[in-house]
């Protein structure tokens, strides 16, 4: 049985209708990356799942537990840690008190045993800043910032929402790399992404969505080999 | 100088001016406590809460039927000033549960409606609780005279509150700076939605910020009794002023409510000595100049 398993969502912004009877699933331990243009749901897909814009009807399930109708907090609380796009940190907290928010608190769910030890361990530079207020952070060390701080809700599953995007390449290749390592402890990501070079290394399997609908789907390896579909989903 | 000491004879009166300093101070502490719990509620729930000075009122009348059933003890007032609080921010949460909840989605002219007709509808209980009649609270014993401040008469009981004033302030900045529940408040500023997507459960914050908001009224309405004749028409007087001091200060924002009250408390108790007529004037004129230099307040930020 998949870990996340999301079925023939239908996901409507206000009156418009984003996503098409969605599909996807990710395995423990697995990451699976979400390719698309601009505006072919992948947002909107992590957006359905955490619960920030549920959808209309369809199913999302995770470890055969249904997430339909719970608020974010709860889905969050479940295991499923969301990085938005944005970023969105509280840039009038200092670093350590944007972890200190975001700690687990609750005993529900199952965790890979984060701790704000752990997490300098992972992002050493953080360490150096904890008494900076975040909003005075470069634009890496807020990625940084959003990734450690949902770490701390000790997730099982990961939501990242285009987590190189506006990162200079040097900040790029050192956050892959962070991710390798975080993958390597076994927890669960679903990635969306447009950079295809920065989650050629990590990914495992691909799903490719085009105006909301999935195109694809196969292994990073398939996907990275075969051209003709990169060239027709994604027009590099 | 010898045209302003004619125009202003107290200029010259160092005692004078020395008590009217601590005068000055003993309204900001007033002020500052209702506006702080507004400024907050505004900040986390993005609601102006107009009928935050019915809580403020609330807190006096209850102040009033508690030195009424409380047995004469020389701690009795003590024993009222800290559940008469208590009082309010029960019923500032019963609000909050059973009404606000409903409409934090909607539009901003439906608040707004929503506690106007709070304000309404609290001053008729009031009037029927406690009927039209202006009521009184004795000061407590030890504090009922007044004490000699180089050479002036100062009343007592402002002294309680002038050293209550730090110890609110230095408490309320330790509970926003040095706790999580802080943390969370603040942060709860920011962005609401990502503190709940991180698994912060953001209804239960609203309801613990709208209690403790409604608390500090209460207690500023409690603290306040027996100062002054407690009467039907103070809510709207304490919004008012509340209100001038949460858009000068900035809303949603706790070191712009504490300055803003020390400014606005001073310049009442100046006011009066120097422009007697047009005191209130002044006041909504330095608001306007505020709004018009910086919109959103001496301490606050900007909407994105």
Redesign the interface.
């Known amino acids: 049985m998949a870990y996340l398993e999301v079925h023939g969502i239908e996901t409507f912004y206000g009156d418009s209708h984003i996503l098409f009877d969605l599909s996807l699933e990710v395995a423990e331990g697995e990451v699976v990356c979400l390719l698309g243009r601009n505006g072919a749901g992948k947002t909107t897909t992590l957006k359905s799942i955490i619960g920030l814009v549920p959808p209309r009807s369809g199913r999302i399930t995770l470890h055969g537990q249904s997430l339909t109708g719970l608020a974010p907090f709860r889905v969050a609380r479940l295991g499923i840690g969301y990085v938005p796009e944005e970023r969105r940190i509280f840039g009038n907290l200092t670093v350590h008190e944007n972890l200190e928010v975001a700690r687990r608190t609750w005993s529900d769910g199952a965790g890979g045993g984060w701790t704000a030890e752990r997490v300098f361990e992972l992002f050493p530079h953080l360490a150096s800043l904890r008494g900076r207020p975040a909003g005075r952070l470069s634009g890496g060390e807020q990625q940084m910032l959003t990734i450690a701080r949902t770490l701390m809700g000790d997730p099982s599953l990961l939501l990242l929402d285009e987590p190189s995007e506006g990162l200079a390449p040097l900040v790029v290749e050192m956050l892959a790399a962070q991710l390798a390592r975080l993958k390597s402890t076994g927890l669960t990501m679903l990635v969306a992404e447009q950079n295809i070079h920065f989650v050629s290394e990590l990914g495992d399997r691909v799903y490719i969505l085009e105006k909301g609908m999935v195109r694809y789907r196969g292994t990073m390896r398939e996907f990275v080999g075969n051209e003709e579909i990169r060239r027709a989903h994604l027009a590099v | 100088m010898d045209f302003v000491t004619s125009l202003f004879p107290w200029i010259t009166n160092g005692p004078l001016i020395v008590v009217q300093v601590m005068s000055g101070l003993s309204v900001a502490m007033f002020l500052f406590l209702v506006s702080v719990g507004m400024s907050l509620i505004f900040g986390v729930t993005r609601i102006v809460n107009l009928a935050h000075g019915s809580f403020y009122m609330v807190g006096a009348y209850l102040m009033v039927t508690l030195a009424e059933m409380l047995p004469d003890h020389p701690l009795a007032f003590w024993l009222a000033l800290l559940v008469a609080p208590l009082g309010v921010g029960l019923l500032g949460g019963v609000i909050e549960v059973t009404l606000l909840r409903r409409i934090y989605h909607r539009e901003p002219l439906l608040q707004l409606i929503l506690t106007f007709g709070l304000i309404l509808v609290i001053g008729t209980l009031v009037l029927l609780v406690w009927g039209p009649d202006n009521k009184s609270v004795a000061r407590p014993e030890a504090l009922a005279g007044s004490v000699k401040i180089l050479g002036q008469p100062f009343p007592s009981y402002y002294l309680l509150v002038l050293a209550l004033a730090p110890i609110v302030a230095v408490g309320l900045w330790v509970i926003f700076y040095r706790t999580?529940w802080g943390?969370?408040i603040?942060?709860a500023?920011?962005?609401r939605?990502?503190?709940?997507?991180?698994?912060?459960?953001?209804?239960t914050l609203y309801t613990q910020v709208f209690v403790f908001g409604s608390l500090l009224a209460g207690f500023g309405g409690a603290l306040s009794a027996p100062t002054v004749a407690v009467a039907l028409g103070m809510d709207g007087d304490v919004l008012t002023t509340a209100f001038v001091v949460v858009v000068i200060g900035g809303l949603g924002s706790f070191a712009g409510s504490f300055v803003s009250a020390l400014l606005v408390g001073e310049l009442q108790s100046f006011g009066i000595l120097v422009f007697p007529a047009v005191s209130i004037v002044l006041l909504f004129a330095i608001m306007a100049v505020v709004l018009i230099v910086r919109p959103w307040g001496l301490l606050g930020?900007p909407e994105e």
């Open positions: 999580r943390m969370l603040r942060a500023t920011v962005d939605e990502m503190l709940g997507a991180l698994g912060v459960d953001v209804a930020h």
